[in-house]
């Protein structure tokens, strides 16, 4: 985990120096602002269903099926939120080119609720090495397609369609590392809601502590100057994401996992 991290920062890192060459501040700017209201309205239906799918004694088809139901309802109603509040978005940040965005954004959290809900079926085993690659794959090839498109376009399209080509790749690879395939259904509605709703609520409380600047500031500094300010945020919190956050997400996979082995 702590390897995919220092990987994709590198990666983050060289395409910044690259990008920085063909992009202005302002793009930059645009998209961050974009992120955030996307990652704040991705946290507002965040159940935890994988967490309780990891959780689980046995594995069970009609479980992994109704989580599977749940992923794609969230991943439609964020797309809709997406797109209703791209209507009112230049009115709050004062900048016309976040109504598209956020329709383009819309369209990307909707395909990336069809990623294969099988997956998680490598965490209750703890079998993180086929997750890194599962990871490494979608951001080589958002980083080949964003440093492309930056040379072609010049503009803030490239960081926006990078990150869609990441999310299709993320899918696909989905599909091709697990043999589960999903189906709808809701037999086990009750165990994912009971469990999912405090893992909601947290999420919550999360999304306001550590995305409210984004709609506090954002106005008042305008794009370029925001985007100066999340990069800053970014690296001065690197000590957490980059170490602490990684080693922790093997916890609750580690302790299910010696849950059911009986220690």
Known sequence: MMAWRVISRSLGFVSMLVLAHFLMPADFGVVAVATAVSASIDSLSRLGVRDALVRLHDERRDYYDTAFTFQIARALMTGLLLAGFSLFSQGVFGDSRLHGILLLMAAFAVVSGCENIGVVSFSRALNFRIQFWMQ????????????VLAFV???YHALVWGMGVSSFASVAVSYMASPHRPRFGLTGWRYLLGFSFWAW??????????????????PVLGTAAFGIY????????????????????TLTPGF???????T
Do not use: H, K, Q, Y
């Not at 951001?139 to 440093?147: A, M, S, Y």
């Not at 999340?230 to 957490?240: D, K, R, S």
């Open 136 to 147: 490494i794959a979608p951001r080589l090839t958002g980083f080949v397609v964003t440093t």
């Open 153 to 155: 376009l010049r503009d």
């Open 201 to 218: 609520a947290g999420g919550l409380a999360l999304m306001v502590w550590s995305r409210a600047d984004a709609f506090l500031l954002a």
């Open 230 to 249: 999340l990069l800053a945020g970014e690296i001065a919190m690197m000590p957490v994401t980059e170490l602490l956050e990684p080693a922790c997400a």
């Open 256 to 262: 299910a996992l010696a849950r059911r082995n009986g």
